[in-house]
């Protein structure tokens, strides 16, 4: 079974950055396309940014050029840098990863913008 694992959420205040990173052990992680989507309290999952094997990458129109997503395959493990961040980026990130076959989901991390 594999399990994707989140880290780096939290409060932050507005205008602040943060980093968060998502581990993918046990799979052929090159292979795969890695995504972060987030989810605000009564609101629809949206995708937040996506970064496909080949290195091409899409962005949420909301991004705007405040978040930066980025892969090591070596290490198994995707990140999205959150620059500039506003109270409506408050929301639960998830990490994302799927093939033609398979479709992995970590349990989230919060992120909290607030002054």
């Known amino acids: 079974q594999v399990q994707l694992v989140e880290s780096g959420g939290g409060l932050v205040q507005p205008g602040g950055s943060l980093r968060l990173s998502c581990a993918a052990p046990g799979i052929i992680f090159s292979t795969y396309v890695m995504a972060w989507y987030r989810q605000a309290p009564g609101k629809r999952r949206e995708l937040v940014a996506r970064?496909?094997?080949?290195?091409?990458?899409n962005y949420g129109e909301f991004v705007k050029g405040r978040f930066t997503i980025s892969r090591d395959n070596a290490s198994n493990t995707v990140y999205l840098q959150m620059n500039s961040l506003k109270s409506e980026d408050t929301a639960v990130y998830y990490c994302?990863?799927?093939?033609?076959?398979?479709?992995?989901w970590g349990n989230g991390t919060l992120v909290t913008v607030s002054s």
């Open positions: 970064i496909f094997s080949s290195g091409s990458i």
């Open positions: 994302n990863s799927y093939n033609y076959v398979m479709n992995y």
